[in-house]
């Protein structure tokens, strides 16, 4: 399973951006999609999740200013990200639990990341 990130890029603050990231392989099977961030110098952390029933959940820096949803026909997450802040500046990763054949299981897998810059 390979995970492609793309829609980073620089923003001025108060500015949006839009983050996507599809999954590609042999898949029959997605559930946990999720984002994380890692700014220079502090440890990755979970920006959002989103289950295969759609209920998610935020970090609460991003609550209210970030949405994350999915595509399951195109197994893509979206990160829809509004009022951006100096401090989102960071690599943006995507994550996701996914099956290649029900006899294996799931298993993570996580993705190259893709730089979001906000300038104040």
């Known amino acids: 399973v390979q995970l492609q990130a793309s829609g980073g890029g620089l923003v001025q603050a108060g500015g949006s951006l839009r983050l996507s990231c599809a999954a590609s392989?042999?898949?029959?099977?997605?559930?946990?999609m999720r984002w994380f961030r890692q700014a220079p110098g502090k440890q990755r952390g979970m920006v959002a999740g989103?289950?295969?029933?759609?209920?998610?959940i935020y970090a609460d820096s991003v609550k209210g200013r970030f949405t994350i949803s999915r595509d399951n026909a195109k197994n893509t997450v979206y990160l829809q990200m509004n009022n951006l802040k100096p401090e989102d500046t960071a690599v943006y990763y995507c994550n996701v639990d996914a099956a290649q054949t029900y006899r294996d299981g799931y298993r993570n897998y996580r993705g190259q990341g893709t730089l979001v810059t906000v300038s104040s």
């Open positions: 989103i289950s295969s029933d759609d209920s998610t």
């Open positions: 392989g042999s898949i029959v099977s997605i559930t946990t």
